[in-house]
């Protein structure tokens, strides 16, 4: 069975590592089509990463990214897909961000003010998520729609509460909710020669994968997680609820989805929820969790790979090509991995199958037991 | 017979071997198919005759070894020159579209067109003139999904005569059938035979072989093992040859029927789209006994089942176990009260494919031990007990960390007993417990159920295969239209006897089938099968079936 | 099966969420690789020709200047006084907008930070106009970077320090959404000299930890300009309804429909405005999506409106086309655009256009470097010195001209004060 399992990881590594390769290859013939030298452009990413800014621009990144897609993957596991992480990540971090700048939180110690942040994120994200799973279970309403409405409803809603007098104060052109101070703000470690410090919240992503995997592995929830996904029908038949799967499976997401902004929030440099906050985070966390095929481990690599590319993406423009490269290489790579996934899953199949009929073959040349 | 040695055969295949990595599916196959004969070719599941199939209708080349097809040698590099040279293949699961009509599902891919447009009319002309040249009796306009599954076969039979084929495979043909659309079928043979056609003819019901086929290759472990010759060769000795060992037998041996009520339905009722799928059901089941199930597909089984497990709400009446009313409790109470389930189709109830045994063994236990600690998995212990049930139902398996989608039917079936079985359960619901598994594990599958019965446990059987039903069973219902039928003693019923009643009490055949019956096809006398004899049977054994579903369907 | 399809269905959503983000990044057609040379602005460069920024009346504005510290009394003034007339403003050269920069030229290292791609015929190619012009005389370019829709303040502290590391030491960022990451790396680069177009908070006064020394904030009263296209509007429209389109719906835009409000208001007390943003942040595509503006605008010019002005950047072409089906008018916005050639086959119905001479103040700051005296603290472009204005090209407003130059010099002198913000 080691063999087995050694081949497994092998077998698993080779989607994205194929896929990587030959979205490079893309990558390459379109900078060639387009005047561009190829060698010259990856050596300028590949140096990117000699500077300490890259690198921990490169990490710090890694947290939003993997957090957003571990909120997607629960969803994944069991066929739901909450596209709406994008929305419950912004709406969370929005009013956590007004909570965490009230004027009353400042005589709050700062890890009771830091959790009640967190807390209050988590519980925003799942209350949206909520609604949509609410929708699903009482109107039948698909979550993929509900979601992306609830998206837009959120876009609204934020636009509404982030204005002067009400949870926004502007500054310059800026609008945002008002700065939190610095005891509400979580501490960075400062890194030689970095302009950006390292955002310790990584750690906090960390937990969430950890936790993550623990709970799919180990205890009876994400074993019936897993049964969901893989077979509804099956899953019925052996006594599981599956709305009910559904609901926590949503509110989980949701409660992962409104910890997607914390890094940026609690670590960034803007210590608020501004228009200029970033978006997208979503988006991107769907690539990953399919990249990483909702694995705890693969999901951090392809977080650290989608990361790392994003980042290259300044230091492509400084020596003249598009950044739009770095996006058509990771689309690349999205649209391949699935492909080479599909190709290799069911390779595995044919082996493992194989394997079994050649232990029993061997197993026959003993006498036959009847 | 002598006239037909001079010529070549229809399908000759010569020390076929097919090697994947590692294993060998066919290794030195011959076969030879006289033309205008049906040549059955049968073994286990896994035995290799869907690879030489595949081979034959160039799916795959073959490693070694020729193929010939009428005299002279032929490569199919694809199904497309497989099917140039007069070869069709009519799969087990059919491959149709249900919202085109017959004659489009037809045409599919092979569209008749003048001037660059679809020729509709001619399409159903030369369909229709196929259709009675064979008689293959379907309306080409007709909706697929209006079908029924013997109407459907003949569907995909003409599909493959539509393009021009002469040698006909038919992979297990029979296994959705009830025993009136086989006779049906064979009828059709006859007449294709009849009309100079080549079917080989695939399947491991011996009886159905032995009715049908002219010649019998027996394959076992990838190879040819000899032929025989129907009407000399017995069920035992093909069976020996198929798997050396003897034919399982569905029997029950001394009763070991207790009085002490495990089930009880009373007066359950479930309401369908339009009308009652399920109406005014009552139904006992006591400790060691097994009760069967009989009935043609779609008249209420799977509701039925469904209503014992809590997966389809009860709009009347009162499901009880072992005395205590679980009508409002959810199927993981139920399940945790001691009901194991055996699904009907495993892959889509049973199983989760991509995952491991160990996980599949955990499926239905997830809340107790040993799959369960409290809130968490209890992994080696699931694991331990899932090596007891591979050692214990003999699953045959390298480990319990491969996909369940890596074994056999037979092997997986094994798995979901032995889970089922595990726990003491109460009351076992089987639904089609030997569905598509090889004889082996149908031995087996039937002697745990034997084993468990006398431990006390009780079983509701549901069953296409008769055989199994009657012998299986210490007491028979009948299911009909979602109502069910008084006990009948399986001591007294016959397979045709069941047959007819399961059809409501009809002559089998019914009054659209071709009368085919005992013209075309060749007497076998001494023959224990179903085909042939079901008329004559059905006039004397059906008292007690046929008069009291008569007697039912006036008060309707 | 069903696991191969939800496979595919989530590729589908992935690879529509990317299309999305891709889009949203501004993967405009135009590419942004034209960083070594001017290649790509030489195009544009014989349009500021045309663009004659300043408005009308202007020469007496070059007396104004000298409320800009460090910047050369000359620069200015080139273009204000050329703008006077408005058939004429074909005949000008680039010269006159831009002068001759005096000074070393050659000491400028130039690193550019666009908020956006370049194309959007509107804020961003100004910049880039100022950027071609000084690049014509001997300042060296060391990198143009653009952003990319959505990231990180982080990214932008990269995108900066990689400049300065490139060699820059001159970075000017084009768009308030630089603020805080130039706050971080103005901080850390202190012999770099800074300038950020649309933001004053890292040069305010009471700034936490005091305004930054090297940086200089460029900032427009673009409420004003766009006060006197309201007028012309309101003085315009047969139907007395006009209509607003924005970008995006942020304080910066809100400033340009606070403006036209008040202006369309002053000249027609009962006039009707309708008005609509594209986008709500974070989405900032709306500055960049002239299908979605040609739909919103054909919405309001069917709803009565004749004449619209577009607050929009890059989606104002869309706002154009709509004018130019619909037989009506509409209001360009940042550059002259009317003048612009990408833009010459709709360029009857640009009525007039909200200059904001994005490019005069980006060529004003290499003009303080290439001088040794860089510009610091913060820079008001406004009517009175010339920063802002409104275009004559086209000659559609020639008959209401003194009535805005009225009102410009009210504006000029306080007499009427433009508000900023929505009330």
């Given at each position: 069975m080691k063999a087995l399992s050694g081949r497994r990881v092998l077998l698993g590594a080779a989607g994205p590592v194929g896929a990587l390769i030959f979205s490079a290859i893309v990558s390459a013939i379109i900078l060639v089509l387009t005047r561009?030298?190829?060698?010259?452009?990856?050596?300028?990413?590949?140096?990117?990463?000699?500077?300490p800014r890259v690198l921990v621009g490169t990490v710090n990144q890694v947290s939003s990214y993997y957090l957003a897609a571990v909120a997607v993957a629960i969803g994944f596991k069991m066929n739901l897909l909450n596209i709406g992480v994008d929305g419950q990540y912004r709406l969370a971090a929005m009013l956590s961000a007004a909570l965490a700048g009230a004027s009353f939180m400042q005589g709050i110690p700062s890890v009771v003010r830091i959790l009640m942040t967190i807390v209050a994120a988590m519980l925003i994200g799942a209350a949206w998520a909520?609604?949509?799973?609410?929708?699903?279970?009482?109107?039948?309403?698909?979550?993929?729609?509900?979601?992306?409405?609830?998206?837009?409803?959120?876009t609204a809603v934020i636009a509404y509460l982030l204005s002067p007098g009400r949870l926004a104060v502007q500054q310059g052109n800026n609008l945002g909710t008002r700065p939190i101070t610095d005891g509400g703000m979580v501490p960075t470690i400062p890194i030689p020669k970095s302009i950006t410090p390292l955002y310790t919240l990584l750690l906090l992503a960390l937990l969430v994968g950890v936790l993550y995997a623990f709970l799919l592995s180990r205890t009876v929830f994400g074993f019936k997680i897993k049964a969901t996904g893989l077979n509804p029908a099956a899953a019925v038949a052996s006594g599981i609820s599956v709305k009910r799967m559904a609901v926590a499976g949503m509110l989980l997401s949701g409660a992962v989805a409104g910890l997607v902004g914390m890094p940026e929030l609690l670590n960034g440099p803007s210590h608020q929820y501004s228009i200029n906050f970033p978006s997208g985070f979503a988006f991107t966390g769907i690539a990953i969790a399919l990249l990483g095929r909702n694995h705890p481990v693969g999901m951090a690599f392809a977080a650290l790979l989608w990361s790392a590319l994003d980042s290259s993406a300044n230091a492509l423009q400084g020596v003249g090509v598009p950044n739009q490269l770095v996006v058509i290489m990771q689309g690349t790579i999205v649209l391949s991995v699935v492909v080479a996934y599909e190709i290799v899953r069911r390779y595995r199949v044919v082996l493992e199958q194989r394997d079994v009929a050649r232990a029993l073959a061997q197993s026959r040349k003993e006498p036959v037991a009847a | 017979m002598s006239t037909l040695i001079d010529a070549p055969p229809a399908v000759r295949l010569t020390g076929i071997t097919k090697?994947?990595?590692?294993?060998?599916?066919?290794?030195?196959?011959?076969?030879?198919?006289?033309?205008?004969?049906?040549?059955?070719l049968v073994g286990e599941n896994g035995a290799g005759k869907s690879t030489l199939m595949k081979t034959l209708f160039g799916l795959h080349q073959p490693d070694e070894g020729t193929i010939e097809i009428d005299g002279q040698a032929r490569t199919f590099a694809s199904p497309a020159d497989a099917i140039a040279a007069g070869i069709g293949m009519v799969h087990q699961h059919f491959m149709l579209a249900d919202n085109l009509t017959v004659w489009e599902n037809v045409v599919l891919g092979a569209e008749p067109t003048s001037s660059g447009r679809l020729d509709g009319a001619r399409a159903r002309r030369d369909i229709e003139a196929i259709a009675q040249r064979y008689g293959l009796g379907v309306d080409p306009r007709a909706l697929v999904e209006e079908l029924g599954v013997g109407a459907r076969q003949r569907v995909e039979i003409i599909k493959v005569l539509y393009r021009g084929a002469r040698i006909l495979i038919l992979d297990e043909p029979t296994a959705v059938l009830v025993p009136q659309e086989v006779d049906e079928l064979f009828g059709n043979l006859a007449d294709l035979k009849a009309e100079g056609l080549t079917i080989i003819f695939i399947s491991h019901k011996l009886d159905e072989v032995r009715a049908i086929a002219d010649e019998i290759t027996?394959?076992?472990?990838?190879?040819?093992?000899?032929?025989?010759?129907?009407?000399?060769?017995?069920?035992?000795?093909?069976?020996?040859?198929?798997?050396?060992?003897?034919?399982?037998?569905?029997?029950?041996?001394?009763?070991?029927?207790?009085?002490?009520?495990?089930?009880?339905?009373?007066?359950?009722?479930?309401?369908?789209?339009?009308?009652?799928?399920?109406?005014?059901i009552d139904l006992s089941i006591r400790a060691g006994e097994v009760v069967g199930i009989a009935g043609v597909e779609g008249n209420g089984q799977a509701e039925l089942v469904d209503a014992i497990m809590g997966l389809e709400p009860v709009a009347d009446g009162a499901v009880e176990l072992a005395g205590r009313d679980v009508t409002r409790l959810s199927t993981l109470r139920r399940r945790e009260a001691g009901v194991g389930f055996i699904p009907e189709d495993r892959h889509r109830q049973g199983l989760l494919l991509e995952a491991t045994l160990w996980e599949n063994r955990c499926l239905g236990f997830q809340t107790r031990r040993p799959a369960a600690r409290g809130m968490f998995l209890d992994r080696a212990a699931a694991r331990a007990d899932t090596r007891r049930i591979v050692e214990q139902f003999d699953v045959r398996t390298p480990g319990i960390d491969v996909l369940a989608a890596a074994l056999s039917g037979g092997n997986q079936q094994k798995l979901i007993v032995g889970r089922e079985m595990s726990g003491d359960p109460a009351l076992l619901i089987a639904s089609h417990p030997t569905r598509g598994v090889d004889v082996g594990a149908q031995a087996a599958i039937w002697d745990q159920l034997r084993n468990a019965r006398a431990a006390g446990l009780a079983v509701l059987l549901i069953s296409a295969d008769l055989e199994e039903l009657i012998g299986m069973s210490d007491t028979l219902r009948v299911i009909l239209r979602g109502r069910i039928g008084p006990p009948l003693d399986p001591r007294t019923v016959t397979p045709e006897s069941l047959g007819v009643a399961m059809t409501g009490g009809h002559e089998a055949g019914g009054p659209d089938l071709p009368d085919t019956a005992g013209t075309d096809r060749p007497e076998q006398p001494g023959q224990a099968g179903v085909v042939g004899s079901a008329d004559r049977v059905a006039e004397s054994d059906l008292g007690t079936a046929g008069g009291s579903l008569s007697a039912r369907k006036v008060t309707e | 099966m069903l696991r191969t399809r939800s496979v595919t269905l989530i590729a589908g959503v992935a690879a529509a969420a990317l299309a999305l983000t891709a889009c949203g990044g501004g993967s405009s057609?135009?590419?942004?690789?034209?960083?070594?040379?001017?290649?790509?602005?030489?195009?544009?460069?014989s349009t500021p020709s045309g663009t004659v920024p300043m408005s009308t009346g202007g020469g007496s504005s070059s007396s104004d200047m000298s409320g800009m510290s460090g910047m050369s009394g000359s620069s200015m003034p080139g273009g204000s006084s050329g703008g006077s007339g408005a058939s004429s403003g074909s005949g000008q050269t680039s010269a006159e907008q831009f002068p001759k920069l005096t000074g070393d030229p050659g000491t400028v290292k130039l690193g550019m930070a666009y908020d956006g791609p370049k194309g959007d015929q509107s804020f961003t190619d100004s910049a880039a106009r100022g950027v071609a012009n000084a690049t014509g005389q001997g300042v060296q370019l060391v990198a143009e970077l653009a952003a990319t829709v959505g990231e990180p303040d982080q990214k932008k502290v990269d995108r900066l320090s990689q400049l300065v590391d490139q060699g820059a030491n001159t970075v000017i960022a084009v768009g308030f959404d630089y603020a805080t990451a130039m706050g971080t790396v103005a901080e850390a680069n202190p012999d770099v000299h800074f300038a950020i177009v649309d933001d004053a908070s890292l040069t305010d006064p009471s700034r936490q930890g005091g305004p930054l020394k090297n940086v200089a904030g460029l900032t427009f009263a673009a409420e004003q300009s766009s006060f006197l296209v309201g007028v012309a509007a309101a003085l315009k429209s047969t139907k007395g309804h006009v209509g607003f389109i924005g970008g995006v719906n942020v304080p910066l835009i809100q400033s340009f429909q606070a403006g036209f409000d008040a202006g369309a208001k002053a000249a027609n007390s009962g006039i009707k405005i309708d008005d609509k943003y594209i986008t709500q942040p974070p989405d900032f595509s709306g500055f960049n999506a002239p299908d979605k503006g040609q739909t919103i605008a054909q919405g309001m010019y069917n709803g009565g409106a004749d004449i619209i002005y577009s607050a929009a950047g890059g989606s104002g072409t869309g706002v154009f086309k709509a004018a130019k089906a619909a037989n009506a008018k509409a209001i360009g916005v940042d550059s002259d655009q009317y003048n612009l050639p990408t833009l010459a086959d709709v360029k009857d119905v640009i009525l007039t256009s909200a200059v904001k001479n994005v490019d005069v103040a980006v060529y004003a700051m290499?003009?303080?470097?290439?001088?040794?005296?860089?510009?610091?603290g913060t820079q008001v472009y406004d009517l009175k010195n010339g920063g802002v204005g409104y275009a004559t090209s086209g000659g559609f407003v020639s008959d209401i001209q003194s009535k805005l130059d009225d009102y410009k010099a009210k504006i000029i002198s306080g007499e009427i004060k433009v508000p900023s913000t929505l009330g």
């Open positions: 561009h030298n190829p060698f010259e452009a990856f050596g300028a990413m590949g140096q990117a990463f000699s500077r909520g609604i949509a799973v609410w929708l699903k279970i009482s109107r039948g309403v698909s979550e993929v729609i509900s979601t992306i409405m609830l998206n837009a409803i959120a | 090697r994947y990595p590692g294993v060998v599916a066919n290794s030195d196959i011959n076969l030879s198919v006289r033309r205008a004969t049906v040549h059955a027996v394959i076992r472990r990838g190879t040819t093992v000899g032929t025989a010759d129907p009407r000399q060769v017995t069920n035992r000795q093909l069976a020996e040859m198929m798997v050396g060992s003897a034919l399982p037998v569905p029997e029950l041996r001394e009763s070991t029927v207790t009085d002490r009520e495990v089930l009880r339905l009373r007066g359950v009722r479930v309401a369908g789209v339009g009308r009652d799928v399920l109406s005014d | 057609s135009t590419s942004n690789s034209g960083s070594t040379t001017s290649e790509s602005p030489t195009s544009a460069t290499i003009q303080s470097v290439a001088a040794g005296k860089p510009l610091t």
